[in-house]
C-alpha cells in the first residue's frame, strides 16, 4: 500500500435540491517522502482535498489512509489525534498568535506531542534565531511564514500540508519558502504535499497531481525535479 492513497473519495455539497461535487471520485497515491505539488483551477477541490487529507473535513464517500490506516474511518476523538501528532499545516496567511513572540508560536507546537523537534535549531533552520524574541507584527510576511513552517513540523509530523504557501508572499521571498520545503522533502525524508495554481512549481516536485472538477485527470512522478532556485515564473 501507498503512504497515503485516496480511494474514490467524493466530497457532495447540497444546495437545495442540488447536489455540488466538490470532489467527485478522486483516486492517487503519494509515497513516504515525496514532495507532492497539486495543482488545479480555483474550485477544482485543492483546498477540499487537502482538508480531507489533514483531518479537517470528512468526506461523503471514499477510503483515505496514510501510513496504512484508514484516515476516513476515524471518530472524532481519533481524528483530532490524528491532526494533533500526524500532520503539520502551512496556510497562505501564517496564523500565527499574535501575542506570542516567533519562539513561543513554535515552542506551542512541540508541546503538544511526545517526540517534538528542537525548537531552537527549526529557528536556524529556517534563518530567524535572531528574530526568536520578535511578535508576528514585527516580522515581514516572509519571515512569518517561515515562523509557521517552523511551527508546523516543530511536531515531527508525519505529513507537512501546505495551502498555497506562497500566496501572500512577493516572489524572491516565495522561492525561500519554497526553498525550505523542498530541503524539508530532500534533506529530512518528511513527504510534503503543496497546493497551488501556479502550474511552473511543478518542476520541483517528486509527484504532480491534477485536479479537475473534483477529479484527479493525472497523477505523474516526475524522475528528474529540480532545484527551486531554477524556476521562473
Known amino acids: ?3 497515503i492513497e485516496f480511494r474514490d473519495v467524493k466530497k457532495v455539497y ?3 435540491s442540488v447536489d455540488l461535487f466538490a470532489l467527485n471520485g478522486a483516486d492517487f497515491i503519494i509515497e513516504k517522502g515525496e514532495l507532492c505539488i497539486i495543482v488545479g483551477q480555483s474550485g ?5 482535498l487537502l482538508n480531507i487529507m489533514g483531518g479537517m473535513d470528512r468526506l461523503s464517500s471514499g477510503q483515505v489512509f496514510l501510513d496504512g490506516r484508514e484516515i476516513s474511518a476515524l471518530k472524532e476523538n481519533d481524528l483530532a489525534l490524528y491532526r494533533r501528532n500526524d500532520v503539520g499545516f502551512v496556510f497562505q496567511f501564517y496564523n500565527l498568535i499574535p501575542n506570542l513572540t516567533a519562539y513561543e508560536n513554535i515552542e506551542m507546537a512541540s508541546q503538544l506531542v511526545k517526540e517534538p523537534m528542537d525548537c531552537e535549531k527549526l529557528l536556524r533552520d529556517v534563518g530567524l534565531t535572531e528574530r526568536k524574541n520578535n511578535f508576528p ?3 515581514s510576511g516572509g519571515e512569518q511564514q517561515r515562523i ?3 511551527r508546523a513540523i516543530a511536531k515531527n509530523p ?6 498555497e504557501p506562497t500566496g501572500a508572499l512577493d516572489y524572491q521571498t516565495g522561492k525561500a519558502v519554497l526553498k525550505l520545503l523542498q530541503d524539508l522533502s530532500l534533506k ?3 513527504t510534503v ?4 495554481h501556479n502550474t511552473a512549481l511543478t518542476a520541483m516536485a517528486d509527484r504532480v497531481i491534477r485536479l479537475k472538477n473534483g477529479v484527479v485527470s493525472s497523477n505523474v512522478v516526475n524522475p528528474n525535479p529540480v532545484s527551486i532556485d531554477l524556476i521562473e515564473w
Do not use: E, H, R
Open 158 to 163: 508525519k505529513l507537512l500540508l501546505c495551502d
Open 188 to 190: 529530512n525524508g518528511m
Open 1 to 3: 500500500m501507498a503512504y
Open 137 to 139: 507584527s514585527q516580522l
Open 193 to 196: 504535499v503543496i497546493i497551488t
Open 44 to 48: 477544482a477541490g485543492k483546498t477540499t
Open 148 to 150: 509557521a513552517i517552523a
Open 14 to 16: 447540497k444546495t437545495g
